[in-house]
């Protein structure tokens, strides 16, 4: 079991830049991925970013060359850099964690999550 706490989210203007930081409440070392979903008002849960404990990464198309994702596992902790932010980055944002190596990177694959940031993009 691990819980996670995502934090960072809030309001910015188009073209700024957050960082969402992920606190798991446990060593991460033996989590096979972390993850970075997003979800706006009456839309699914999309893939941003993940990343896999050898360090591999995956974004979704939308985000590509504009977010950064990366995990210390010292530290137990998972960021997202999103920099040229655009209105359409507005969504909740979710920490999620995948203890084992099947599945991908659909949203259903991935064991825990946290309770969400919000990050409101103004145009």
């Known amino acids: 079991q691990v819980q996670l706490v995502e934090s960072g989210g809030g309001l910015v203007q188009a073209g700024g830049s957050l960082r969402l930081s992920c606190a798991a409440s446990?060593?991460?070392?033996?989590?096979?991925?972390m993850g970075w979903y997003r979800q706006a008002p009456g839309k699914e849960r999309d893939l941003v970013a993940t990343?896999?404990?050898?360090?591999?990464?995956n974004y979704g198309d939308s985000v590509k060359g504009r977010f950064t994702i990366s995990r210390d596992n010292a530290k137990n902790m998972v960021y997202l850099q999103m920099n040229t932010l655009l209105p359409e980055d507005t969504a909740v944002y979710y920490c999620?964690?995948?203890?084992?190596?099947?599945?991908?990177?659909?949203?259903?694959?991935?064991?825990?999550w946290g309770q969400g940031t919000q990050v409101t993009v103004s145009s």
């Open positions: 999620a964690a995948k203890q084992g190596i099947i599945g991908g990177t659909v949203p259903s694959a991935y064991d825990y």
């Open positions: 446990r060593s991460i070392f033996s989590i096979n991925a």
């Open positions: 990343i896999t404990n050898h360090g591999s990464t």
